[in-house]
Each structure stands twice: as structure tokens, then as C-alpha cells.
Nanobody
């Protein structure tokens, strides 16, 4: 089993930056591909970014590419999402997810999920 705990969400104004963290425990973190998903009110959960086990490969949704950066620190069992130039449409609950398989944009391939952290961007 893997336990994932997100932190770093909050209420911010458009244009500022925020960094989310996802702390993992319960399984060798370096063997897990990780990802961020988000879910806005009344919307389906959508892919944001993913990172391979070593951090050598990263993937982004078109809507966040160039503004968000996913990273990981395997020594700290933690993944991050640096979010710059935030927009009101980034408002959502952000979830981290983990899989022992390859990093992917499909939420169905992730076995473990955190409880989410809320990000609200005001205009």
C-alpha cells in the first residue's frame, strides 16, 4: 500500500505562484511513477502532469505546459507541482497519484490517490 498526502493548496490571486507537495509512504517511492490530476466543481478529474520513476521524463497537459513544473525528490519521498502564472481556470482540487507502472496521462492507470488539496485562484 501507498499513502499519499498533498499539501500546499490555498486561495491566491491570478498571476501568482503556488507549490503543491505530495508526500508518499508505504512503498519504495523511487519505484513509483507519479502524477497530478485536478477536478473542478462539476467536472471530471483531468490530467495535469506526470513524472517517471527517476524524474527523467515528464508530461504535461496542454493547458498547463509552460506554467507548471512537476518534479520529485526520491530522497525525501516527495513530489512537487510548481504552479506559476495561475489563472482562475486552474481552480480545482488537486490530487496526487502513484503507479508502479509507466507514467501515463490516464487516471485509470494509477493505483494510489491522495485526498486532494484545494486551489482557488481569484481574478
Amino acid at each position: 500500500q501507498v499513502q499519499l498526502v498533498e499539501s500546499g493548496g490555498g486561495l491566491v490571486q491570478a498571476g501568482v505562484s503556488l507549490r503543491l507537495s505530495c508526500a508518499a509512504s508505504g512503498r519504495t517511492f523511487s519505484r513509483l511513477a507519479m502524477a497530478w490530476f485536478r477536478q473542478g466543481l462539476g467536472s471530471e478529474r483531468e490530467f495535469v502532469a506526470a513524472i517517471s520513476q527517476t524524474g527523467g521524463n515528464t508530461y504535461y497537459a496542454y493547458s498547463v505546459e509552460g506554467r507548471f513544473t512537476i518534479s520529485r525528490d526520491n530522497a525525501k519521498n516527495t513530489m512537487y507541482l510548481q504552479m506559476n502564472s495561475l489563472k482562475p481556470e486552474d481552480t480545482a482540487d488537486y490530487y496526487c497519484a502513484a503507479t508502479p507502472r509507466l507514467a501515463t496521462m490516464s487516471r485509470y492507470q494509477y493505483d494510489y490517490w491522495g485526498q486532494g488539496t484545494q486551489v482557488t485562484v481569484s481574478s
